[in-house]
């Protein structure tokens, strides 16, 4: 199994913005479609993003589309997500997850698909 851990929240101000990380350890990230989502607080977790295991496909909810931008480096066993004019509203708590079983062009956003997920990285935005 694949082991994931995030990094690159923190604390910005509206207009601002970050880059999240997420690094995979235990198995080649290739093996995965994989995506980001978040959870405010009193919130059910939603999508935000995802990527195909290979040939760059990608897929944003509407809430970031044209704000965020996923990418992954298969050598580096990284994905990551650039996170540009944040707004208050992204504040949330950001979870990288691993879908094992998507085929190879496939996108995923649905949560109960993905098979591996990161402790989570929290993002504050404030206004």
């Known amino acids: 199994q694949v082991q994931l851990v995030e990094s690159g929240g923190g604390l910005v101000q509206a207009g601002g913005s970050l880059r999240l990380s997420c690094v995979a350890s235990?198995?080649?990230?290739?093996?995965?479609?994989m995506g980001w989502f978040r959870q405010a607080p009193g919130k059910e977790r939603e999508f935000v993003a995802t990527?195909?295991?290979?040939?760059?496909?990608?897929y944003y909810a509407d809430s970031v589309k044209g704000r965020f931008t996923i990418s992954r480096d298969n050598a580096k066993n990284t994905v990551s997500l650039q996170m540009n004019s944040l707004k208050p509203e992204d504040t949330a708590v950001y979870y990288c997850?691993?879908?094992?079983?998507?085929?190879?062009?496939?996108?995923?956003?649905?949560?109960?698909?993905?098979?591996?997920w990161g402790q989570g990285t929290q993002v504050t935005v404030s206004s």
């Open positions: 997850a691993a879908d094992e079983g998507a085929g190879l062009f496939v996108i995923t956003t649905r949560a109960n698909e993905y098979d591996y």
């Open positions: 235990g198995r080649t990230l290739s093996t995965y479609a």
């Open positions: 990527i195909a295991k290979i040939g760059g496909r990608t």
